[in-house]
């Protein structure tokens, strides 16, 4: 069965530190990953897709994610956290077919001074 | 860029009420979706549409029914609210041609007394 696994519930990190968001999907095919964030009270916004081609994607806000098949992950990294960073993220796998899609839990990530 | 505009952001409504929301995206796409984000259980699946007319349930379409009069408007309906109705429902759309990325709205905040 197709599932997305975020297995960090909640992150606190310093402010100007490094980043990496954990995500573990299982899927038959080849995926189609996504990013996206939620602030507070908000709907959730795309911060990047990998579809195919270089396994290290850029997105918005400074925001990179690596696809390691062998690995069934697909990591968000930041290099330096800004405070408004802080947010709800989600990881997600759709099918090629567009009517599917596994969403993480989330991980919600608190940014300190 | 995709907008998908739901119309009421925030709800309060009595127990047995009809409640209606309402999703709009205006980018000609086919395929709807309503969600349903609860904390600790992420994003789960009501409904999704992938056609005028055309309706699937999703993992938890129970006390909920959908309608797709018009390709660009995807309404949730629930016949009689209750108090476990009470969430954060989004809707979502998706654009086929950059590789089915899904969009979402604004979120709508029911409450149910």
């Known amino acids: 069965a197709q599932s997305v696994t975020q297995p960090d519930i909640h992150i606190t990190v310093s402010e100007g530190a490094s980043l990496e968001l954990r995500c573990n999907y299982s899927y038959g095919a080849t995926p189609y990953l996504f990013w996206y964030v939620q602030s507070p009270g908000q709907g959730l916004q795309l911060l990047l897709k990998?579809?195919?081609?270089?396994?290290l994607v850029q997105g918005i806000k400074g925001f990179e994610a690596e696809f390691k098949r062998s690995q069934s992950s697909f990591n968000l990294r930041k290099p330096s956290v800004h405070w408004s960073d802080a947010a709800e993220y989600f990881c997600a796998v759709g099918t090629y077919t567009g009517n599917q899609f596994y969403f993480g839990t989330g991980t919600s990530l608190t940014v300190i001074p | 860029d995709v907008k998908v505009t739901q119309s009421s952001r925030y709800l309060v409504k009595r127990t047995g009420e009809k409640v209606f929301l309402e999703c709009v995206q205006d980018?000609?796409?086919?395929?709807m979706f309503w969600y349903r984000q609860d904390p600790g259980l992420g994003l789960r699946l009501i409904y999704f549409?992938?056609?005028?007319?055309?309706?699937e349930k999703g993992d938890i379409p129970e006390g909920y029914s959908v309608s797709r009069e018009k390709k660009e408007r995807f309404s949730l309906i629930l016949e009689s609210a209750s108090t476990n109705q009470t969430s954060m429902y989004l809707c979502a759309s998706i654009e086929s041609s950059s590789g089915n990325t899904i969009y979402f709205g604004e979120g709508s905040w029911l409450t149910v007394v």
């Open positions: 990998y579809f195919s081609g270089d396994t």
């Open positions: 980018m000609d796409h086919e395929n």
């Open positions: 549409s992938y056609d005028v007319k055309m309706k």
